[in-house]
């Protein structure tokens, strides 16, 4: 089988490793989620499948073949990337900054063409931008400008999204539509990765999973065969109950008190 993304025994340090030889497989057209405590290198791992950060150790490979191999211009049109949530003064409307994400496919002060129009309104109607596409980019609320990012993505033309803490500052209905619409893209044939927090959401939205700890996967596959409690025990430091979801038959986890010392 031909993976859409290989990350074969990656690591990285910094003044101390971070990764530690990390092995993970992505399928073509599938939802994914990388799950794991603060610090335990999600993030670094995005920085360097985007080359953001330098590959020290391992390989990884797009479509089979090395991402060494690929330009700059050619790998952004097979991987998009969304970074972190950034404070973005700019104003820039919502139309410019999914412009943005053509330049890819353009030459040196090259202006939009047809295929670009055309690349960017879809982009817009996919994420349901359409409407407010001619407002000030700071204006929007956060779940608007995590559309605007997935958008700028989209206009990319990359078959492969990955994001970064995607969810984070945003309430649980953002948090849904946004979920909801990655998912909705895999349907189309995207291929989606991305860092998430809330492990009950990853559950809910990813066919796939992988859990790091200790800079290293610690389990990889199904949402039921990645979130147990003595998985999440592990990774986190932090004892749960793992539950069934009610409707959807796919691992929970609800959180209990712990007792303090006294003091």
């Given at each position: 089988m031909m993976?859409?993304?290989?990350?074969?025994?990656?690591?990285?340090?910094?003044?101390?490793p971070?990764?530690?030889?990390?092995?993970a497989?992505f399928?073509?057209g599938t939802?994914?989620g990388?799950?794991?405590?603060?610090?335990v290198?999600?993030?670094?791992?995005?920085?360097i499948?985007?080359?953001?950060?330098?590959?020290?150790?391992g390989?990884i490979?797009v479509?089979?073949?090395?991402?060494?191999t690929?330009s700059?211009r050619?790998?952004?049109?097979?991987?998009?990337?969304v970074?972190?949530?950034?404070?973005?003064?700019?104003?820039?409307t919502?139309?410019?900054m999914?412009?943005?994400?053509?330049?890819p496919?353009?030459?040196l002060?090259?202006?939009?063409?047809?295929?670009?129009?055309?690349?960017?309104n879809h982009?817009l109607?996919q994420t349901g931008?359409?409407e407010?596409?001619?407002r000030s980019?700071?204006?929007?609320?956060?779940?608007?400008r995590?559309?605007?990012r997935?958008?700028?993505?989209?206009?990319q033309?990359?078959?492969?999204?990955?994001?970064?803490e995607?969810t984070?500052?945003?309430d649980i209905?953002?948090?849904?539509?946004?979920?909801?619409?990655l998912?909705q893209l895999?349907t189309?044939?995207?291929?989606?990765?991305?860092?998430l927090?809330?492990?009950?959401?990853?559950?809910l939205?990813?066919?796939?999973?992988?859990?790091l700890?200790?800079?290293?996967?610690?389990r990889?596959?199904?949402?039921?065969?990645?979130?147990t409690r003595?998985?999440i025990?592990?990774?986190?430091?932090?004892?749960v109950?793992v539950?069934?979801?009610?409707t959807?038959?796919?691992?929970?986890i609800?959180?209990?008190r712990?007792q303090?010392p006294?003091m």
């Amino acid at each position: 089988m031909m993976f859409a993304l290989s990350i074969e025994n990656v690591s990285f340090r910094f003044v101390r490793p971070v990764l530690s030889g990390v092995f993970a497989d992505f399928a073509p057209g599938t939802f994914s989620g990388i799950l794991g405590a603060n610090g335990v290198g999600k993030s670094t791992l995005i920085k360097i499948i985007g080359r953001w950060l330098p590959m020290q150790e391992g390989s990884i490979r797009v479509y089979n073949r090395p991402l060494g191999t690929f330009s700059q211009r050619d790998l952004a049109r097979h991987i998009a990337v969304v970074p972190q949530e950034q404070t973005y003064v700019t104003d820039l409307t919502v139309r410019e900054m999914v412009e943005l994400g053509r330049i890819p496919h353009q030459g040196l002060l090259a202006h939009l063409t047809t295929a670009d129009q055309s690349a960017i309104n879809h982009a817009l109607v996919q994420t349901g931008l359409q409407e407010i596409a001619e407002r000030s980019f700071s204006t929007l609320s956060g779940g608007e400008r995590q559309r605007v990012r997935v958008a700028t993505a989209l206009a990319q033309a990359a078959d492969i999204l990955i994001l970064d803490e995607p969810t984070t500052h945003l309430d649980i209905r953002y948090q849904v539509e946004l979920l909801t619409l990655l998912a909705q893209l895999v349907t189309k044939g995207y291929t989606v990765i991305t860092v998430l927090h809330d492990i009950n959401l990853a559950a809910l939205f990813c066919d796939h999973l992988v859990l790091l700890a200790d800079g290293r996967v610690l389990r990889s596959g199904p949402p039921a065969e990645v979130i147990t409690r003595e998985a999440i025990l592990k990774a986190y430091q932090c004892d749960v109950t793992v539950l069934s979801h009610p409707t959807q038959g796919v691992p929970q986890i609800s959180l209990t008190r712990q007792q303090l010392p006294h003091m």
